[in-house]
């Protein structure tokens, strides 16, 4: 076959698949960051109101809900975590 599609087995871990430093952190501030997701988007909270109860900076929330978290460490997206779910 012409068209036929290639593909490889994923460890299971994206960021170790595409050779990310540290893919064991990536992945792990990935979990934490997808239940802060399911967290706020549960309770139905704005950008602003989540900054509040996490005491961050909207920009910071933006950076979180588009998945850039280079920036914080796994420690406070636990903290975080365990903040909004007490909501």
């Known amino acids: 076959m012409a068209n036929e599609i ?7 871990n994206i960021f170790k698949d595409l050779e990310f430093n540290e ?6 501030k990935a979990r934490i960051a997808t239940v802060l997701y399911k967290i706020i988007d549960k309770q139905k909270l ?8 996490l005491k961050i900076n909207q920009s910071a929330v933006s950076d ?3 998945g850039q978290f280079d920036n914080f460490t796994i420690a406070q ?4 975590e365990v903040c909004t779910s007490k909501q």
């Open 6 to 12: 290639k593909f490889e087995k994923s460890s299971g």
């Open 23 to 28: 893919p064991e952190e990536h992945f792990r």
């Open 46 to 53: 704005t950008q602003k109101q989540t900054a509040s109860i």
């Open 64 to 66: 979180l809900q588009n």
């Open 77 to 80: 997206l636990f903290s975080w």
